[in-house]
């Protein structure tokens, strides 16, 4: 492997000591590590040296929180919110079994778009409809092997029918069309811990550690309590992420006052030992105060998904509650298909700026250290990866992007770190490092062949077009009663409202109007 010395660049290290604050540093790459870091360091032999004079450098980004599976979905929905959304963009009746070509093709895409903003390091949440096979994980886990990006990869799970991990729907959908929801086959608990242990065998730690597999139990009240505590089990004895959505909407805060008898999906989820340090919960919006309590003591992070929060209207973290507890917190671009974009950056700008609308206290607004810390280190400590990357340290792995701060968005060059939050939208990335390997070279690719990729899949969307047009017509039967459930949820009062306007709007008086 290549030794590189990149000399004169300011660098964000996002490091105990200057954390999000730009260094002037030289830095020395050997063996996929960072090996040195200091100033005047001497070329050595052999080495290919890098002037980063006008260059910034960061750790590689983090992507907490996606589904690489709704890259095909990109562009194709707007203004549903989540539990309609799904229907369609996760067909619950219809589906057949995506072959591993077409997985293949799909997460390079996805892969693709990824690195070329910066994203060294995704946690793919990846979920096929009707069932995920060993050959479509290790379809996942080869592409992004190949094209040198770093990623968690789940087996997703949902075990309890679609029907049941919904409030009130069973008994406005027509009888026929809950027998069949409820026909359907479904793991048991015991299914998926073995199906997890090969894939823990197959692909935990290959491409020299780039690729590791993650338990993905998809909500606490999609999955049974058996499934829920022995992923977190089983992901003590790898080591492993536990990735699973929790209180993104308010019909889901609802679900646990109808399912659990009142307690909150967090409350259930700790009180059965299902929570950990090593879990990640996606989303954490419609969270109480004794919600956010359990979260901290547990050690949980949560990974922030803003822009697809706002798009399927679900409503706005409390990002500074959680700061307050000491969450750690991740930032996601969910998936393409509700938010029609992998690209973090995009994330960033969004979280800094949201919050700061939710209270007048200035002093409480995000700061642009914080973002970039959840877009970074606290996004690979959700994917338990923060002793390798998520920070430039001597002895992490050299995962990187390098920005040319000549460019009209770091120009007039006030505070680096603002411009990279505010001004930068990926435009001005001139190289991406994974492993200390070029992955991104001046807005190319260089361990795929992009242009290949690009015309087999624009080969191939008209198949899939018309595939996506018979699945929407099939599911569209679940439309009437999936939206009447979401005002239904929506005029039930909750202990909190994480939507923006005046509930007692829609709460209270109108609740069964």
Request: aromatic content about 8%.
């Given at each position: 492997m290549t030794a590189t010395l990149i000399r004169n660049a300011d660098v964000i290290t996002m490091d105990a000591n200057t954390h999000a604050t730009p260094v002037r540093r030289d830095l020395r790459i050997a063996e996929g590590c960072f090996t040195e870091i200091g100033t005047n360091l001497e070329a050595r032999p052999g080495e290919t040296v890098i002037d980063g004079t006008g260059m910034l450098v960061t750790p590689g980004f983090v992507?907490?929180?996606?589904?690489?599976?709704?890259?095909?979905?990109?562009?194709?929905?707007?203004?549903?919110?989540l539990e309609l959304w799904m229907a369609y963009a996760y067909p619950i009746l219809g589906g057949s079994p995506t072959p591993p070509d077409l997985i293949r093709l799909r997460t390079l895409m996805f892969a693709m778009e990824s690195m070329k903003s910066g994203v060294t390091t995704l946690i793919d949440d990846v979920l096929e409809t009707p069932g995920q096979d060993l050959d479509q994980l290790a379809a996942v886990a080869g592409a992004y092997s190949d094209i040198g990006i770093r990623a968690n990869v789940s087996g997703h799970i949902i075990n309890r029918p679609f029907v049941d991990t919904l409030p009130f729907v069973a008994d406005w959908l027509p009888e026929?069309?809950?027998?069949?929801?409820?026909?359907?086959?479904?793991?048991?608990?015991?299914e998926y811990l073995d199906y997890s242990r090969?894939?823990?065998?197959?692909?935990?730690?290959?491409a020299g550690g780039r690729i590791r597999y993650m338990l993905a139990p998809s909500g606490p009240q999609r999955c049974t309590d058996d499934l829920l505590v022995g992923a977190a089990s089983l992901s003590a004895e790898y080591g492993a992420e536990v990735h699973i959505h929790v209180l993104e909407t308010k019909t889901q805060a609802v679900t646990g006052?109808?399912?659990?008898?009142?307690?909150?999906?967090?409350?259930?989820?700790?009180?059965?030992?299902?929570?950990?340090?090593r879990t990640t919960f996606?989303?954490?919006?419609?969270?109480?105060?004794?919600?956010?309590?359990?979260?901290?003591r547990s050690?949980?992070?949560?990974s922030h998904n803003a822009i697809s929060n706002l798009k399927l209207g679900s409503g706005i973290l409390p990002w500074r509650a959680y700061q307050d507890a000491g969450v750690n917190l991740g930032l996601g671009t969910d998936g393409c298909s509700s938010s029609d974009t992998p690209r973090l950056m995009e994330v960033m700008k969004t979280a800094a700026l949201l919050h700061k609308v939710t209270e007048p206290d200035f002093e409480r607004w995000p700061t642009v250290p914080e973002v970039l810390d959840a877009a970074t280190i606290g996004g690979a400590r959700s994917g338990v990866l923060d002793q390798t990357i998520g920070s430039i340290e001597v002895g992490k792995r050299a995962d990187l992007v390098m920005f040319d701060t000549t460019t009209l968005a770091f120009l007039p060059t006030n505070r680096l770190e603002n411009h990279l939050v505010y001004s930068e939208n990926g435009s001005s990335i001139v190289r991406v490092m994974v492993d200390g390997v070029v992955t991104v070279e001046h807005g190319r690719l260089t361990l795929v062949d992009e242009d290949a990729v690009l015309a087999a899949f624009r080969e191939i969307m008209p198949k899939i077009r018309e595939e996506q047009d018979r699945l929407d017509a099939v599911n569209e039967v679940f439309a009437p009663a999936f939206a009447r459930m979401?005002?239904?949820?929506?005029?039930?009062?909750?202990?909190?409202?994480?939507?923006?306007?005046?509930?007692?709007?829609?709460?209270?008086?109108?609740?069964?109007?």
């Open positions: 992507n907490a929180h996606t589904h690489s599976w709704e890259y095909l979905y990109k562009g194709r929905y707007d203004n549903m919110p026929e069309v809950v027998r069949q929801v409820r026909q359907a086959p479904t793991l048991t608990a015991a090969d894939a823990f065998r197959r692909h935990h730690g290959t006052d109808e399912l659990y008898g009142g307690r909150t999906l967090v409350q259930h989820l700790d009180e059965i030992g299902a929570l950990n340090p996606a989303h954490g919006i419609w969270v109480t105060g004794d919600d956010i309590e359990r979260i901290a050690g949980v992070s949560v979401h005002m239904e949820s929506a005029r039930r009062q909750m202990p909190v409202n994480r939507w923006t306007g005046d509930e007692r709007t829609w709460v209270g008086a109108h609740a069964h109007a």
